[in-house]
């Protein structure tokens, strides 16, 4: 399944909304929604100039219209996350992922 660049930003705003952002202590919660609106202004030509460089070429997850293949992307990222895989987001801290959360993501992107 191939999806616009706005798609995924859409599903990847909700699924921040709806899953991330709920489960945050008040003030971080706050601040995770304007940063996260605030990121997402002016995103979409950040992820189309990312077509260009030579490791996401390489990966071939971009088509020439600039519609990402949302299935390339999730097979390969699903696996990395079959135990809980901690990442840090600048300003939250440290949060857990995993497969599940990679499950909910793709759902959101293929919604939206």
């Known amino acids: 399944m191939t999806v616009t660049i706005d798609q995924a930003m859409r ?3 909700r699924y921040a909304d709806n899953e991330v952002i709920p489960h945050l ?3 971080k919660g706050i ?3 304007i940063m996260l609106a605030l ?3 002016g995103s979409r030509e950040k992820i189309l100039a990312l077509r260009e460089n030579p490791a996401v070429k390489m ?3 971009f088509d020439d219209a600039g519609n990402i293949d949302l299935d390339k992307l999730y097979n390969a ?3 990395r996350f079959e135990n ?3 990442v840090s987001v600048p300003l939250l801290g440290d949060m857990r992922f995993d ?3 990679v499950d909910k993501l793709y759902r959101y992107i293929q919604e939206a």
């Open 59 to 61: 990966m071939q997850i």
């Open 11 to 13: 599903g990847a705003m």
């Open 39 to 41: 990121i997402m202004e």
């Open 25 to 27: 202590p008040g003030g």
């Open 77 to 79: 990222a699903r696996p």
């Open 31 to 33: 601040g995770a929604g």
């Open 84 to 86: 809980k895989l901690t």
């Open 99 to 101: 497969q599940n959360d």
